[in-house]
Each structure stands twice: as C-alpha cells, then as structure tokens.
C-alpha cells in the first residue's frame, strides 16, 4: 500500500473467491480497509469471486 501511495495510485483493487477457504483472507483484506465493490478490468461477476477496494 505505501508503494502504491508513493506512486500516486488512488485505489487498490482486488478480486478473491468466496467460501471457508477464503475467509482468513477477505478478513484481512477487510481489516486492511478494503471494501466490496464492483467488477474491474476483464473480471465478470459470479456466485463465486468478490471485489474489493481500497481507497488511498
């Protein structure tokens, strides 16, 4: 995050899975700041993957 900020980013943008094997990580993503969002670059919607972002 300070690499991004020292590149004058605005946001980070993340796309991760949904299910017990990926609940450790969206907590921490979570505790990081980040909140869901909508789809990015060329990532469609699913039941299964999520979007999170983080404002800088």
């Known amino acids: ?3 991004a900020r020292a590149a ?3 946001r980070l943008s993340l796309e991760t899975g949904s299910g017990a094997a990926f609940d450790a990580a969206l907590a921490l993503y979570r505790r990081c700041g980040f ?5 990015f670059a060329d990532y469609l919607p699913s039941a299964f993957n999520q979007f999170l972002h983080l404002a800088l």
Do not use: V
């Open 8 to 10: 004058s980013l605005h």
């Open 1 to 3: 995050m300070a690499a």
């Open 35 to 39: 909140r869901n969002g909508s789809a």
